[in-house]
């Protein structure tokens, strides 16, 4: 099992950090336990990129992948040396 290195854009980052704290003022409990699947999810896919998600198209070049949390979504992008996480987003 290999294992890519990870990387998260800023707006990922800041996406992440929106989702919890959201969360976190309607239940901490409920928040934490959001983080931990999200958290875990990406663990999955740094070392199986292309398990559980499917391809999509976002307009420029590039292999790009969803996966999905409940009801938040994973945008990657995948290559050779590393992962790049691109955005984080609900969906209702």
Do not use: W
């Not at 969360?23 to 999955?44: P, T, W």
Request: proline letters at 1%; one cysteine or more; hydrophobic letters at 45%.
């Amino acid at each position: 099992m290999s294992q890519h290195s990870f990387v998260f854009s800023v707006a990922a980052a800041e996406s992440f950090r929106d989702i919890i704290r959201d969360l976190q003022q309607v239940s901490l409990l409920s928040a934490e336990k959001v983080r931990a699947r999200i958290m875990h999810k990406l663990h999955l896919i740094q070392h199986q990129p292309l398990q559980a998600s499917k391809k999509v198209e976002i307009g420029i070049d590039g292999h790009f992948r969803c996966a999905t949390v409940l009801n938040y979504k994973i945008y990657y992008q995948v290559t050779a040396e590393k992962i790049a996480v691109v955005a984080m987003v609900y969906e209702k």
